[in-house]
Nanobody, 115 residues
């Protein structure tokens, strides 16, 4: 089973930046579409950004222009650069790996943005 480990979360003031990292154990990492999702208290988990095996990225409207997702297949990692953070970005951020019907989730990392 693929293991995903997120890191880089923390407390930051509004307008600040954070970089989240997801390290994957998969030997076939390059096959997977990778993504970042987030879940705030009392709300459902929602898409933040995805990046497929070809490097094509997609973003939710709420983070477009502020966040950047990238991947390094040689290092089996996916990054989420978060800039101009807002209090509404506060959530647990989860790394996801997907290939057809197979999906893996990381344990999550907390991001808290203060006003």
């Amino acid at each position: 089973q693929v293991q995903l480990v997120e890191s880089g979360g923390g407390l930051v003031q509004a307008g600040g930046s954070l970089r989240l990292s997801c390290a994957a154990s998969a030997v076939t990492f390059s096959f997977y579409t990778m993504g970042w999702y987030r879940q705030a208290p009392g709300k459902q988990r929602e898409l933040v950004a995805t990046i497929n095996s070809g490097g094509n990225a997609n973003y939710s409207d709420s983070v477009k222009g502020r966040f950047t997702i990238s991947r390094d297949n040689a290092k089996n990692t996916v990054l989420l650069e978060m800039n101009s953070l807002k209090p509404e970005d506060t959530a647990v951020y989860y790394c996801k790996a997907n290939y057809v019907r197979i999906t893996y989730w990381g344990q999550g990392t907390q991001v808290t943005v203060s006003s």
